[in-house]
């Protein structure tokens, strides 16, 4: 199958450039400046921004919870993150305790059931064992997972410790891989939360009060340590305080192999969102929470800096119902969703503003997922490269009056007003997205194997 794309603003890594775009089989073909070709179909691109497909590298897409499964499963969140220009997505497998981590693969692997975006999973470590580094070079080897997740919260169920971690850090090291990491102090945390459910301090609100900001920051003080000893590559997830990116600026300017994502809702947001009203509040109720407005204004400045490497969105809504069940802050699922708007809220924000160019969006959205993640011919618009491409629109509407393809009836940015749209999604050479809706028919994605 074939498509032309003719006079389109192509967003190659440094620089735009007018062009022809000519994909064959799935896979772009030859980029020139006029290509002239009868009967093959052709989209005229003509003064629209033309960037590679985004790739979300943090989603959780059936994540199964003490309070049950996240909203949305394979095929659901896949059509949102579709409708909103991301053809790749990134997941996660987290093993049961004593669980090998290849029948961790095999089992997550059977829950992928129509998923329409191309995926990869992360791979958590959740404890130490001393079989773990054959587990996880047989996880590089046999499967192509090439990134570890940890978490230092949760220390009740998946969470490591700091002595743990730096054993996983060697490992992966000695493996090239790359450790992925969920900043927060457990320990601290917990302690937190039972001094205050012990005084009966249940509200919603005592969500970030028991997660100060102080527990990401400190806890990156100590990762960045452990990258210090080890050089293991190491990637922080959805980095909430501005202080964090200040450290992790420095230890960037020492040429220390650590970087940082962050995601929407912690350049959107401030905690002023725990004030609403319980069923509104319920939204934002995540970890890390949303901060103070300082906190959200060093998030957008160090976007704009460069401190940050990517954008995620953290992925994970529940329904209003899952949340309205549970008695205290501390029981209620953690998780919003944001997929299906990534991409709008990164260029409303920061590109429609003229605060960042376009080429930083694909950088953000696209090429450095791809590159951290070792995604195969992704993320930039290149010949040989999988023709995973979007058409952009300056458009100004409300999120809300979008087709929205998330099974949560919560959508915390349904009120954002945004400055612009995917206009057109095209996934390996067919347009999966046009006129504002998916196409009724689409093809299955594929598993990546990553080297
Ligand atoms: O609140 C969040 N972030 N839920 C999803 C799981 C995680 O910690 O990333
Ligand atoms: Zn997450």
Redesign the pocket.
Known sequence: MSLLIKNGKLVLPSHIVEADLLIKNGKINRIDSCIEISNIPILDAKGAYVLPAGIDP?V?LL?STANGLSADDFETGSKAALAGGTTTIIDFITPTKGQHLLEAYQQRLSEVKNCYCDFAFHMSIIEWRESIPEEMEACIKEFGITSFKT?L??QKTIGISFVTLEKVMIAAKNLNAMVTI?SEMGDLIDKLREEAIGLNQIDLNFHPKTRPDYTEYQAVDKIIELVRKTNCKTYI??VSTAESLNKIKQAQKEYLPIFAESCPQYFTFNESVYTKIRNEALGF???PPLRSEENRKGIENAIIQGTVSTLGT?H?PFTLNQKQKAKNFAEVP???GGVQHRLSLFYSRFVHTKKLLTTDMAKLTSSNPAQFFRLPQKGEIKVDYDADLIIWKEQSITIKDQLLYSQSDIDIYANEQIKGKVDIVIKAGEIVYQNGKLEDTLPLGHYLYRK
Do not use: E, K, W
Request: hydrophobic share 35%; glycine share 6%.
């Open positions: 943090h959780h994540l978490y919260a949760y969920h997830v959805h109720m995540m970890s953290d994970c953690n998780g919003a």
